[in-house]
Structures are given as structure tokens and as C-alpha cells.
């Protein structure tokens, strides 16, 4: 079965930028709204994967931060310091360690969590009308498909 190569327009190569650019920027100031001066911006972001994931390794956790395994060794061992994190044996591979939250890192990962919302929605609320928020709505559930598999 032959495929044929579809041509992207210049005008998708701009959305496509475009979107990558403000989910940058989106990210960064999310994460700049939930620092604290204790922890950095990854620290925090590290909790808050880990409080989604339950439990995880530290080269799977450098995967899904998109971050070299010897700096997100780094992270760890600050949060193991702070309290935050604890290890303990893999069962199954003695070799690997698996990360989980302690319940002090739980509550401070839930609390960023709930600062990203409480910072989301006052901005959504106070920069764009109800008309603006609907078509911020309507376009989510667009980009969603991005995501779909």
C-alpha cells in the first residue's frame, strides 16, 4: 500500500509553533504560581507527577519530565531530604528503586495542584468573557483529539 505525503500548510506550521510556544509558556508560569520558596519548579513538578503516578523509578520519572536521569537524581534527593519522597526495593528487581510521596510530599503535591486550578480559573475568569470562556472550552475539546489515541 503506497502513502502518499501530505504537504502541512505554512499556516498549520504557524499553529503548530504557536500553540507548542504558549503550552511553554503556560507551563512555566503554572509553575512559577505554585513554587514556593522551599522547593524549585521542577521539585514541584516532579511531586506533582509522582502524586499522579502513585509510585514510580527515577529514570522513569527523568522520561516523563523530558530531563537527563542524573539531574532528575538531583531532584530526588532534595525532595528525599525535604521529607517529601521516600524509596524503597523494587520486589521484583532489587536493583531498582521505587519513588512514592510521603504523606508530607502528598499534601504539598495536592496544594500545588490546587493552586494551578485556583490561579487557572481566576485568570479565565477575570481576562475573558463568559462568550471568551466558552470558546476556550470548545477549543480544548478540540486540541484534546491531539491527545486521543
Do not use: C
Amino acid at each position: 500500500m503506497e502513502q502518499t505525503a501530505q504537504v502541512v500548510s505554512v499556516a498549520a506550521r504557524n499553529a503548530a509553533r504557536d500553540l507548542k510556544i504558549l503550552i511553554t509558556r503556560l507551563r512555566r508560569q503554572l509553575r512559577e504560581v505554585a513554587s514556593d520558596n522551599e522547593l524549585t519548579a521542577s521539585q514541584v513538578s516532579m511531586l506533582t507527577r509522582l502524586a499522579i503516578l502513585g509510585e514510580s523509578s527515577t529514570s522513569e520519572l527523568a522520561g516523563a519530565e523530558r530531563v537527563r536521569p542524573q539531574s532528575m537524581a538531583t531532584i530526588v534527593r532534595a525532595l528525599e531530604e525535604h521529607g517529601l519522597i521516600q524509596r524503597s526495593e523494587d520486589p521484583f528487581d532489587g536493583r531498582r528503586q521505587i519513588l512514592t510521596l510521603t504523606p508530607l510530599g502528598l499534601k504539598r503535591a495536592l496544594g500545588a495542584q490546587a493552586t494551578w486550578d485556583e490561579w487557572l480559573a481566576e485568570q479565565l475568569q477575570v481576562r475573558y468573557t463568559r462568550a471568551e470562556r466558552t470558546t476556550i472550552v470548545d477549543a480544548l475539546a478540540l486540541l484534546d483529539r491531539l491527545v486521543e489515541f
